[in-house]
């Protein structure tokens, strides 16, 4: 395994940087929010389940930027750090998105986000520790496992909620993607019992932030 690259105050500086802004601020989507025609009128319970569930969406996105900020930090690729840092801008896109449709549902975000955002940076370090070939392997299943979950949200959205349901399409589309690249940089496959605990965190995670 190569040597780790060096953690250089710049490099310690943008990563608490990437960390406040993204769970105290209000991100900026460089991307048009994805159009649709306006969703008709929902009922209140109809708006708190479309919240809520893009509430668990903007978590996601959080854990995302935090995934990828460990991962990139410890890379040894320079072009594995770039392919992380492009999918990281488009999750900030999908932050924005989903915070918008969170205010226009009459929503508010996770109380945990904070909790969020340490934990997966947790994870995103410990993948980047055991070098390039695990750590986008951890990112392909990662994203693998958000575009299964996005695609169970357009199944429980209200049918009305065209708006939502738009957001989440593209967001699952550009998941599959990030995925794909992380496949073509040369990705291992996780073992399953790894894949199982993920998949048993992300339920975890969704059910609490369901609710916070």
């Avoid at 460990?70 to 999918?87: C, D, I, M, T, Y």
């Avoid at 969170?102 to 997966?120: C, D, H, M, Q, T």
Wanted: charge should be negative; include cysteine; charged fraction near 20%.
């Amino acid at each position: 395994m190569s040597a780790l690259p060096p953690l250089t105050l710049d490099k310690v500086i943008s990563v608490l940087d990437m960390g406040l802004r993204t769970v105290f601020s209000s991100a900026i989507a460089s991307r048009p929010c994805p159009q649709a025609t306006e969703s008709s009128t929902l009922s209140d319970s109809e708006r708190q389940h479309a919240a809520a569930l893009m509430r668990i969406n903007h978590v996601g996105e959080v854990c995302a930027q935090a995934l990828y900020s460990g991962q990139a930090l410890l890379s040894r690729n320079p072009s594995h750090v770039e392919a992380l840092k492009q999918a990281s801008r488009e999750e900030v896109d999908h932050l924005a998105w989903c915070e918008q449709r969170i205010a226009e549902l009459g929503g508010r975000k996770s109380l945990l986000n904070p909790l969020w955002y340490g934990a997966s940076f947790g994870m995103g370090i410990t993948a980047g520790l055991l070098g390039d070939k695990w750590n986008l392997g951890f990112l392909a299943e990662t994203e693998h496992q958000v575009s299964a979950h996005l695609d169970s949200h357009l199944h429980t959205l209200p049918p009305q909620d065209h708006a939502s349901r738009a957001i989440v399409a593209q967001m699952k589309a550009d998941e599959e993607q990030h995925a794909d690249t992380a496949e073509q940089l040369g990705g291992a496959a996780l073992p399953g019992p790894l894949k199982r605990v993920m998949r048993l965190a992300s339920k975890v995670m969704t059910h609490t932030a369901y609710r916070l």
